[in-house]
Nanobody
Framework: QVQLVESGGGLVQAGGSLRLSCAASGGTFSNYALGWFRQAPGKEREFVAAIDGLGANTYCGDSVTGRFTISRDNAKNTVYLQMNSLKPGDTAVYFC???????????????????WGQGTQVTVSS
């Protein structure tokens, strides 16, 4: 059983930056692909970014490509989401998710992810 705890959310002005962290426990961290998803009120959960178990391959959603970067530190059992040039449309609850899978791929849809954090609120003001 993997536990995920997100942190780093908050209120930021448009154009600003935030870095989210997700600390994992309960499993061999490098065996898991990690993903970030977000959900705004009244909207479906949206894929943001994912990274494979070794950190060799990353994937980003179309709406955040060029602004958000996902990374991981397997020594610290932590995955990060660096968010730059934030827009009001980025306002959402951001969730970290983990999926046990082979080392060089990561899913870009929510279905395969087995473990989820409780989420952290990101609010971008205009």
């Amino acid at each position: 059983q993997v536990q995920l705890v997100e942190s780093g959310g908050g209120l930021v002005q448009a154009g600003g930056s935030l870095r989210l962290s997700c600390a994992a426990s309960g499993g061999t961290f490098s065996n898991y692909a990690l993903g970030w998803f977000r959900q705004a009120p009244g909207k479906e959960r949206e894929f943001v970014a994912a990274i494979d178990g070794l950190g060799a391959n990353t994937y980003c959603g179309d709406s955040v490509t060029g602004r958000f970067t996902i990374s991981r530190d397997n020594a610290k059992n932590t995955v990060y989401l660096q968010m730059n040039s934030l827009k009001p449309g980025d306002t959402a609850v951001y969730f970290c998710a983990a999926e046990r899978r082979g080392p060089l791929t990561a899913a870009t849809t929510a279905g395969p992810y087995e473990y989820w954090g409780q989420g952290t609120q990101v609010t971008v003001s205009s």
